[in-house]
């Protein structure tokens, strides 16, 4: 009989099992069936049938293993933090020109209030993430806290001096980017992946809608005679509150997992919403003791631990990010830094109010959109036709926007070449009767709704790339809170840039139709390259990422020998 020919190698490595699907009655687990009899634990109640992800330690001091009211607290304590960061950052889009007019100062010098502080928070953003790798998160919140503690104080007591004025305004700076950067790795420490998406929604929600919708709130405020100095009165009170949840109910959610796969699971996940226990001194000089300031430092410090968060914020995919939303993004806080400039002086003479109204529009269509494309029916069906649906579609939205806003104003402003005006007439007296606020106010609103549109983009993608190029899911969720964090520093620096440079560009009419005509045009071409890009070379835009953020060792590709070489 003629001898078979042996069966083809595959090409596809072996890929490892699925876990078993019969659990015990002990508890929530099963076996891996590749023999290694590794413990899979599977979460509790209507979710009895979901692997837990990330895999939990058996250490009830490990965050996965905390309660939910602790859980639940912790998050609250940081979304405070957030809402107030994001009310602080436009507190001044309304009175800009008051601001101006009183210190006796350019309107430039008045904007660098919101610009400088923004481009510090960047700064700091990156050193956060640096810190916090290193000693844990709680003890860069705490400063940080302290930090907008004192600028908030100060800020209530700087009238007459622009210079205290920007001081304070830079130490709140000082304190925004520690929770513009690690408060998604706070979420992603303390609940498992079947619980994130919705906290992550609310704090995208949080986020959006307290930046979008201080003016409103803050130009009614600042209408008074204390001016701008009641809105961080107000603050202050609402500060008091968040420093006490972040000091007593914000723990340190940086852990250094260690699991063994050899022994069962004993620990039972508590699903309770409201603590239960006895509240007499001893439990609460326990609980406090356990909040101490800094409990966590990494086991070994090194060059490659301190660059991580730096090389994923130089990435490639984070670069297309920043490259195809930045200038819808830069352009809405420039643009609204730059309202009070245009509808103060006469023909409109807007009040502090009135002008917080303009962001009306704004805060009613980008907020539910930036929500609605955070939800999972969307991410689900994150493909690359999608991917660039939604760029060519946020792309469009924005350039509207900054197109029409642009050439809304300034067509309106112009005076008439027909010989229809009154000869006296000037583009003041023409441009009250022919420019309509809720108009202008709508097409800021399309640019905002169009930047939010494009940045829905954005966390799909980095998981994508972080699922490409990550050894384990504990790298895949350091790089993707990483790449976040690096995003946004790199758009809040350049976004300060645009708010100091942009007064000087539409100081005159013309000047704003040119700006808003060059913005709109380029933001097409550039979404053009980065569509082309991820159409013809999105694998190797992700294999880059992992060469940039050296989670690819080349090393083990390199051949000694040839493999059919025998001694």
């Known amino acids: ?27 929530a687990r099963s076996y891996s ?115 907008i503690l004192i600028g908030v104080a100060w800020n209530t007591r700087v009238r007459g001096s622009l210079a205290q004025n920007t001081a304070a305004r830079i130490f709140q700076g000082l304190g925004w980017g520690a929770f513009d950067t690690l408060v998604l790795g706070s979420i992603q420490d303390t609940y498992f992946e079947h619980e994130r998406q919705s906290k992550i929604i609310v704090h995208y929600a949080v986020s959006v809608a307290t930046m979008l919708g201080s003016p409103l709130l803050g130009g009614v405020a600042s209408a008074g005679s204390q001016a701008f100095e009641v809105q961080f009165e107000i603050m202050s009170a609402f500060l008091g509150v968040s420093i006490l949840l972040l000091v007593f109910g914000a723990p340190e959610t940086a852990y250094d997992r260690v699991i063994l796969d050899t022994l069962p699971p004993t620990l039972e996940r508590s699903q309770s919403l409201w603590p239960t226990v006895i509240y007499t001194k001893e439990a609460a000089l ?29 990435a490639p995919t984070t670069g297309l990010l920043f490259a195809v939303t930045l200038l819808p993004y830069a352009g809405l806080w420039s643009l609204a830094s730059s309202l009070s400039m245009l509808f103060s ?84 007296d023409l441009g009250i009767d022919r420019v309509s606020l809720p108009v202008a106010s709508f097409l800021l609103g399309l640019l ?53 440079g942009l007064p000087d560009a539409i100081i005159m009419w013309d000047g704003l139709k040119m700006t808003t005509l060059g913005m709109g045009i380029a933001q097409i071409i550039v979404t053009i390259g980065v569509c082309a890009v991820y ?24 051949r000694s020998a040839s493999f059919f070489d025998t001694d």
């Open 286 to 314: 326990k609980y406090v003791t356990k909040m101490t300031p800094w409990s966590y430092q990494v086991n070994e410090i090194n060059l490659p631990l301190i660059l991580q968060a730096p090389r994923a914020m130089l």
């Open 345 to 428: 002086p006469l023909p409109f003479m807007l009040s502090s109010a009135s002008l917080g109204v303009l962001m009306t529009a704004p805060f009613l269509l980008a907020t539910p959109i930036a929500v609605a494309l955070a939800f999972p029916l969307f991410l689900r069906r994150f493909r690359p036709t999608i991917h660039l649906m939604t760029l060519i579609v946020g792309t469009a939205v924005a350039s509207i926007g900054t197109l029409g806003f642009g050439l809304y104003l300034a067509g309106a402003m112009e005076m008439p070449t027909t010989g229809s005006a009154d000869p006296f007439s000037t583009p003041w």
């Open 33 to 147: 069936s590749t023999g290694s009899q590794r413990t899979i634990k599977f979460a509790t109640g209507k979710y009895a049938n979901v692997e837990l992800s990330p895999q939990p330690s058996e250490d009830p001091e490990d965050p996965l293993n905390w309660p939910l009211w602790k859980k639940h607290l912790n998050l609250g304590a940081l979304l405070s933090m957030v809402a107030l960061v994001g009310a602080m950052k436009t507190a001044y889009i309304s009175v800009n020109s008051v601001i101006a007019i009183e210190e006796g100062v350019s309107y430039t010098a008045a904007v660098v209030l919101t610009a400088a502080p923004l481009m510090v928070s960047s700064i700091t953003g990156l050193a956060s993430l640096i810190i916090a790798r290193i000693w844990g998160k709680r003890p860069v919140y705490l400063v940080s806290m302290v930090m």
């Open 535 to 558: 159409w013809y070379w999105d694998e190797n835009v992700r294999r880059l990422d992992g060469r940039v953020m050296c989670l690819i060792d080349l090393s083990i590709l390199k």
């Open 448 to 500: 905002a709704a169009g930047s939010l549109t494009l940045d829905a983009t954005i966390r799909p993608t980095i998981q994508r790339s972080t699922a490409f190029t990550s050894a384990n899911l504990a790298v895949g969720l350091r790089n993707t809170a990483d790449m976040h964090g690096g995003l946004m520093c790199l758009r809040n620096l350049i976004a300060g840039a645009f708010i100091v």
């Open 1 to 27: 009989m003629e001898e078979r020919p042996p069966r083809p190698i595959t090409k596809d490595w072996p890929r490892p099992a699925t876990a078993a699907t019969t659990a015990t009655a002990v508890s």
